[in-house]
């Protein structure tokens, strides 16, 4: 998307997120910023720190702790021609708006027979590992990328995460962003100045290889870098970064995976339906006779995400990839 | 005439009294106005439960009786000004322009029964309960925001207030101070569920008290009196004060749809008596009184909106079955690649 | 699970529903029925008929309309001693009770240390082809069965209808039930008199075959079975009816699809992680090996369930799942 | 001692008065148990506040200041009667007599945090902003349903009432007239976002006549206030005469949580004169004027408390770190054959 000669600043993931959201503000008045605490404090995590200062209160607004509530209210503000940007303060807490979601925000458009527009974001922090009690870990994209009539994008690097922002705010139709929150402040990244797209739809080659495809979203991407580096002497591991859920890039999944013949998909999510299910599916459907070697998910299980002693034994660790690349290698 | 019955204690009325006064603010022509959509909508409903028993629509929510609060909220209105209705104000839109072949489509499960809400400032349908409740709060709010002077109106039932969309969105349009009248069309059930299930306050207009905004209870089938008061309403929004809530008391004295079978569950006696109660004969005979309308001006009103309607009916049976494409049209501005494939693959597998 | 000389009625699948109640609520003092129009009038689709009048008004309770609220309140049922049974009225309106289902119903017994229960079930009409306006259609098991700490069934036949229902109530975890009400009055059947259960988790094998395996739930399994019929010619095609999504008898659809070298999965929901997913997943993982083929999905699309008069183009038909048949088949 | 000053009009309370005015019922026991209580709480929040600063506990939501609404609920309360938490009410099990390690280790991360509510009557932790109201909702109605006496109070803050949750629990606690208090800790914020952005209700106890209950009013710094107000809640409901809303006034003058810096929103000097207006030493300084504690006596109330908290980071620090097994235990009472075998696997990879 960028060109050779773009300025770029080194930022840690959630400022990039910050970055998209002034850049966008500033580019476009009918975007504004709605959820729990995104005003004063500037959000808990500090993802829309200064909005209020640079754009009013009425740009970047404080709602009542009513998640169903705002999203149905950005429904309407689309109505007026608003681009709502709305604010989840944690991925659990995302679950009181799933209603308005698949009700509302995935239909609204199909049922004007296409004439009025639903340009809304969701974005919210998602995802484990950061030490924290219960509900504040969770990795819902599955809730979201099965409701038809929404778009889902999961960014792994500072760049991406502002550059699909960007994307998400532009786009005509509903947008759900998760971000990694575990590295929120650990990712760091050359970031493009200023106006910065990475368009919805097309995954990322993190790594290339030629035995096997790691495919991942999110925070999983680095577990995945990490496993290819242990697995260096052992194989070429590919790790392809999804970017976007919804649309999806098959044809990169399909290209890495015909040249690859292996595949092994890595999610924080609870298996059962997971997203690595759909991946799964979609290589059992298209590259049937590409597959060297079952395709394995490494995932979080079919149990309430532990208390946080233990999470490091839910979350799909670097050994638990490098084990299911080894023995996908090994079939 | 007579004064129509007390339907509870402690409500708003305007066209109650001996003799009949006019109401400030409304000439004949607004009276008379007030009286075509009473009937429009009268006629709607009541040719579409016998469109329904002939199988040329699919199961249809009746509104026969709750014509007064639909036609008092909108003659309360400018055109600009937005409506939210659900299933149970499903024809609304016949007074903002609506032709009721667009209707009848929606209860055809015809794809045309599609609208653009833009066009006539009439939201979509809501078939789930209270969900609209916010989009109506995000919608006033976000039009306050641009700096316009419209409001809104949301439509929903005394079950819909029980539901925490109703709550969340009320209370957001509060806080927000949304240009928008919560209009509740209280008919005491909520398909077979009386109003003592459903809360335990006395009156649902209490509810206001908790949101800080102001309340008025009014006889929903006193047309003039839904009208005043969600006038106030309007005024009180566009003012810059916020929301209303305003109750307005009937009785659902026939099946909840089509596919209803209340003798399981109503007092037949009160269904009888609150029959006797029908708001369009009720201000007919109110007009009458005032000297405003005879009853050719009636033979006429019905004939037209008859003639309305068997042309709908008409219209709406002539047009072409819809695409299959149009079950993969209009979900995204911008459609994901796969609903392109997924739609040749349909139509080879179908059209061989 | 019956023996040989159990006498048998013939009953609808709605009224096998209502059987199942009326057996379970004299059975178990302490299983009680709440929702909405589930007391005086039995339901909207007479469901709960009689059980007000049989057991009294404190044991098939009216709810005011709040999904959340009395499947909250279930979960509060459940710790005072009693086992729920929850009707969601439909499909779609079970939506704002996902957020009490993801954040408490699949996770307090966990809380708990195990030491508390939470036997509750919700039975809820699911699916489409019912000329019905919109969100009266659509098919939410993903929403369910994704989230840990449920279980999920969906009968296909009147039988199963009752027995899958029984063996939900006496359950010690809480079980989410999809009714087919395309079915309801048109699925006939022998249905054991009296008590009557189906383990959760067995598969049924509905039709032999040998040369490709079906795979379906609810009512898609009468779909699969005239596609059999049409392919009777073509093909030796078994249908697989799952019964139970979880836990799930992956030893059942294992030991098919190896013996058959063939699968197609046919779901009504939207296809993107979508059970059909799921199941395509493990294949992918345990039965690459004997695939002679790809797997296919006949599924939904990934758009808003369409109005009714379209409904059809939606919904998998018999074509569509003959199509993947001989596809897989020409492989 | 000076009366706690005015922190909102039109409050109850008890221990304003001077000279000090015994409330009935309550005798020297009762008195010194209630003092007890707040200060084991007093003990629990400062410590934790340390242990959290010194990496020992994870993030930690305090609750200084809020003592008075905590113990004086409890107190309010038979043992048989149940409580209803949320994250800000995390250690009320305490009063309880949950150990401090199980609380402490819940903050840890420790899987022995979890606790059988039924052993103490006191429900698990609530995380998600009000969606406890319909739990104590139901478990109240159930045990009316079987015909106990026993009661439930629900504690959640002034953000809560924003939430649908509340409005069904609340709506359907009044319905069925289930025997609970619904128990607002009205602290003014919901972490940065103030009352008045949260409702344009004048009061939070407005909102009980929505539901067609009684609301009662009280000064959140005064325990005996909140004790009274909590004991009338209970006696109505255990009269089977349906659910009380309690409004708590009080204010947050600490931060949300040790994660949060409220410097950014706060305003400092109202935070100062909260500090001023502090629960636990109003109530020393009452009893102190009533004859029944001395200085000595708060020494060993505190010291006892002291002993406790450190006993208590003591076993938690000294138990053994959760078995890996614990993640897939107790989701299911009959768990889906795949968990064994994902435990295995998971066991497999890494202690080769
Ligand atoms: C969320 C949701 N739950 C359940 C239903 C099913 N349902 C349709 S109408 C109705 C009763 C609504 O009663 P009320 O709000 O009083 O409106 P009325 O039908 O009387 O106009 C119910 C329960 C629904 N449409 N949406
Ligand atoms: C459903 C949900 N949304 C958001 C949050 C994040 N959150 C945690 S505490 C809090 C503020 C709660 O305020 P209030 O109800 O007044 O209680 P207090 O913290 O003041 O005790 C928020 C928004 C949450 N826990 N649950
Ligand atoms: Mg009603
Ligand atoms: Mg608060």
């Known amino acids: 998307m960028s060109a050779t000669a773009v300025a770029t600043r080194e930022l840690m993931l959630v400022e990039a997120v910050n970055d998209a959201l002034h850049v966008e503000l500033a580019r476009d008045p009918s975007v504004i910023v709605l959820g729990e605490d995104v005003g004063r404090l500037g959000g808990v995590f500090r993802a829309t720190a200064g909005l209020r200062e640079a754009f009013g209160e009425k740009r970047c607004i404080d709602t009542p702790l009513s998640e169903a509530g705002f999203l149905g209210a950005a429904v309407g503000l689309c109505m007026a021609g608003w681009r709502p940007v709305v604010e989840m303060q944690y991925d659990a807490f995302s679950y009181p708006c799933l209603d308005q979601l698949i009700t509302h925000v995935g239909r609204y458009r199909w049922r004007t027979g296409g004439r009025m527009g639903f340009p809304l974001v969701i974005r919210m922090p998602y995802g484990g590992g950061v030490r924290a009690p219960e509900l504040h870990d969770d990795s819902p994209e599955t809730y979201y990328v099965h409701t038809p009539g929404v778009k889902v994008a999961v960014p792994a690097t500072p760049a991406d995460a502002k550059g699909l922002l960007a994307a998400a705010i532009r786009d005509p139709d ?26 919805l739809g097309k995954a990322r ?55 690859t013949g292996r595949c092994v998909v890595v999610q924080e999510a609870p298996r059962t339906c997971g997203f690595a299910s759909e991946i799964s599916a979609l290589l059992a459907e298209h590259a049937i006779l590409d597959l060297q070697g079952p395709v394995l998910r490494v995932t979080g299980y079919d149990v309430p995400y532990p208390y946080w002693q233990l999470e490091d034994w839910y979350m799909p660790s670097v050994e638990r990839v490098v084990d299911a690349v080894r023995r996908v290698l090994a079939f | 005439m007579s004064a129509v019955p007390v339907v509870e204690q402690d409500l708003e009325r305007v066209i109650a009294g001996r003799p009949a006064v006019r109401p400030a603010g409304l000439d004949d022509d607004a009276l008379l106005a007030l009286h075509r959509s009473l009937v ?88 789930p309960i209270a969900t609209h409740v ?7 709010w976000g039009l306050a925001l641009k700096e316009s002077d419209a409001v809104a109106v949301a439509i ?15 209370n957001l349009a509060a806080v927000f101070r949304a240009p928008l009248v919560l ?4 008919n005491q059930w909520a398909i077979s569920t009386p109003l003592r299930d459903q809360t335990a306050a006395e009156r649902l207009s209490d509810k206001a ?17 839904v009208h005043d008061a969600v006038r106030r309403g309007v005024e009180h929004a566009r003012a810059g004060e916020g929301p209303t809530f305003v109750e307005a008391v009937t009785y659902r004295s026939f099946p909840h749809a089509t596919a209803d079978d209340p003798s399981i569950y109503v007092d037949r006696e009160r269904v009888e008596a609150e029959r006797g109660r029908d708001c369009v004969a009720a201000y007919e005979t109110y007009l009458r009184d005032l000297g405003v309308l005879d009853d050719e001006d009636v033979q006429t009103v019905r004939e037209e909106a008859l003639a309305e309607l068997r042309a709908g009916i008409q219209a709406a049976e002539d047009e072409a079955p819809g695409d299959p494409e149009l079950v993969f049209a209009h979900a995204y501005a911008d459609p994901p690649p796969d609903l392109a494939r997924d739609l040749e693959e349909l139509r080879r597998v179908h059209e061989r």
């Open chain 2, 156 to 170: 929903f039932g005394d079950g819909a207030t029980s539901e925490g969309a109703f709550h969340e969105g009320a």
């Open chain 2, 134 to 140: 916010p989009h109506a709060a995000g919608l006033a």
């Open chain 1, 174 to 199: 509903p947008v759900v962003l998760f971000e990694p929150k575990l590295v929120y402040r650990t990712a760091r990244g050359a970031v493009p100045e200023g106006e910065h797209v990475v368009e």
């Open chain 2, 209 to 225: 008290v908790g949101y800080g905004m102001p309340a008025i209870r009014v006889d929903g089938n006193d047309v003039l009196a």
């Open chain 2, 40 to 127: 429009r909508l009268r006629v709607y409903d009541e040719r579409s439960v016998v469109y329904h028993s002939q199988g040329r629509i699919g199961t249809y929510a009746i509104f026969r009786g709750h014509e007064a609060i639909q036609a008092g909220a909108v003659h309360a209105l400018e055109e600009r000004d937005w409506i939210f209705p659900s299933y149970r104000e499903s024809a609304i839109g016949l007074l903002r322009g609506l032709p009721a072949s667009t209707i009848l489509q929606w209860w055809r499960g015809h794809p045309s029964g599609w609208w653009n809400p833009e066009e006539v400032n009439v939201a979509s349908i809501c078939v």
């Open chain 2, 183 to 186: 209009l509740c069309n209280n």
């Open chain 1, 205 to 259: 080659r993190a790594r290339e290889g030629s035995d096997l495809t790691l495919v991942a979203w999110g925070a999983m991407v680095a577990v995945c870098e990490r496993a290819a580096d242990d697995l260096a002497a052992e194989a070429s591991v590919e790790v392809l970064d999804l970017r976007s859920l919804k649309p999806l890039d098959d044809e990169a999944l399909l290209a890495s995976v015909r040249r």
